[in-house]
């Protein structure tokens, strides 16, 4: 009974504490366990209730603290955020919980969250150990920039911790609650990498099938935009297209920058295909070099793609339905390229069947046994091959011609034509079209039409109709037109141009008719896809650089459309603030213009480019123009502005004369005062301290001297233009022996801090009667 009532006792005495605490407004830690509120200052350590007993110190609801992130890698002399969470047994979390926090390695607590209106409710001891509480409500954290992309949000039961570091090395972070009773649960560990470096990951690139395709990730230094050597790049095949790196035909390769900061790989494929591969980037940092068995970390992850595209290659194979018996057959074989990129060399095969012979062919086939083959070249995007092949009928009856196709990327297709061999004179009426794929708006195309008579006898009152969409205009306005070809020899042939100009976009279908008497009859078709060629371009680089420092920009020149878009050039006129520096990717300058010549942009297709200068002076603001060009007659420009900073550098000299000297006698300082900067410093200002031993007789500046005793103080001139020299010059007469020191500071608005310097000066006392003196050696320096 008496325990209970000594409880109670020592309750109620604690009440009254704490209510007088809190009416006097005094600081105090949290309440813990059973919640009273101790009265006195905070503790800078841990946390003590009042009332006896170990296990007073804990909440019982308290049972883990997270920390995030919890390894994460940063550039040196940026500050990075670290966000604690105290959580209940029900994983919700836990307000105004004590979080300690302990750095190890490099780096330094730069601030904590002080949350509350009391004094010491979130403090650091020192750079290494710093205090704070969980938040009772949420609240967002700026970090005072006009980015609102950088703020944190604090939501209850949170509390933060800000670490930074001037050097690089690893911070390794214990995050402490002391209030969860667990001792497994009551420490979270962070570990924090610190980097002088960044890094541009290569961009996502589109790549013929079958080639061979560089990654490049380029290394620099964070704090100097120089280039970094000995960082690695691991690069992955995550999916996609089978695909090795070379040299080691692995699916994964490590490279390490050079001195020009590029880690490179080569991707190529084990199959040729067309298909999309999804490389993963890894960031290693190389070992420390003080620990020979230690190892790279992982500081950085990032993904790019390789797109791979193969032509998309068409077969048609063209031939009369008959034809009489000796006559030769005419055959036409066009292969048409209807992709976005070139395609590699195709081979055509026609193994000849019985009934036919090889009679001739533009280009000349090459013989192998009963097989008529053709090698042909590559075959850019929107281009054609034709073949024009004759075999002739060495006997009546059908017979079945089949052409076989093969290209270097392993593209395959097949077609075959059916013919009669008529022991009659007949004539035969074909049609042919020339295939255009595709066109811009406003552009004029030009088919060619060829009508043929591949049979044995005339072809009489043969007629040409053409039928064509409203948005295709010919020069008659006429939405069809009918020429009279009249008779055509057998093997005779009739070509005429028709030509059309589209209107709109779409995709919109020509059709050629050709008849004749006998109800001979020939039709073929072309589908041509209209569409608005647009070019887009965009060029980012910095708002501002110093003067002898470089700039770079990136460019972006992008073809939105699907239609490819011929001759593209980027010329970037530098102002004549800026030298030219470096162009990759084939840049050449010319005319204090960097040119890159791109040739085929293809349909969806963009291309990112960049140039670096030099900057050579000051301006208030200099313009980049970039200008692309591209057929047929797209023209866009953009402007980049940049303002050109100089910064004053003062520098000073003192030259004495007259050193040792004899009392009585004088010496003069003449102080030289110089800006080796390129702006104007302002305000110089020039003080001159004498020691007690000598004393000011004369002086000599750009501005009158005020003398205070042994203190002579020039008034600052506006401004010390950049390089520019000033001279101060100092008389003092010694007065007594010694070795005495002249002390002299340069002041200016453009320095944080004085200039200061001493020069020290011999006095010696003159010697005997007979007239000499003889000065001490003079003092080392």
Known sequence: MLRWVRKLCWLMLSLGVSLQAGCFGVTQNPSYFPYLLPTGDIIQTHAKPIGPGYYANFDPHAVRIEVRPLESTDPVRNQHVLIATVYDEKGEPRRDRRVEWLL????????VDES???????????????????????HRITRGTADPNDDFMIRPGQTWCVISSAVEGDSYITAYGPEIFNWNAHKAFVTQHWVDAQWVFPPAAVERVGAEHVLTTNFYHHTDHRPLANYRARYTVLDGPPALFLPTRTPEAVATSDLSGNASVSLVQVTPRPGVNRIGIEIIRPPDPTTPSGSGITIGRGETTVEWRGAQLSLVLAGPPLIAVGQDIPYTITITNSGQVESGGITVRDPLPEGLQYSHAEPRAIIEGNQLVWTLGALPPGGHHTVQLALRATRPGEVNNCVQMNSFEGFQDQKCVRTQVSAQQLAQLTVAMSDIPSAP???????????????????TNVTLNAEFDPSMEHQSHASNLTTVIGTLAPGGSKTMPLTLTPKREGRFTTRITATADGNLRSQVGRALSVQTARLLLSCTGPKAAYVEKTATWTIIVANPGDMPLANAVVRAQLPSEVSFQDAPDLGK??????????????????????????????VLQANLVVIATADPGLQEQVNTPLQILGVPALTMQITKLGDPVPVGGKVTYKISVSNTGTLPAAQVEFVAQLPPQLKVTNTDGPTIARISGNQASFPAIEALQAKQTIMYTIEGQALQPG???????????ALRTFVVKEESTTIFAPGNGNGNSTPPPAPAK
């Open 104 to 111: 190890e390695g490099v780096g330094n607590i730069v601030e």
């Open 739 to 749: 070795d005495v020191r002249f002390h002299v500071e340069l002041r200016s608005a």
């Open 441 to 459: 708006v406003n552009t004029a195309v030009t088919y060619m039409i060829t009508v043929t008579n591949h049979g044995t006898g005339p072809a």
């Open 116 to 138: 509350g209106v009391f004094p010491g409710r979130g403090y650091k001891v020192d750079n290494r150990y710093a205090v704070s509480y969980t938040s009772y409500c949420e």
């Open 589 to 618: 300058l010319m005319n204090n213009e960097a040119v890159w010549s791109l040739g085929m942009l293809g349909g969806r297709a963009q291309k990112t480019l960049q140039l670096t200068g030099r900057c050579l002076r000051p």
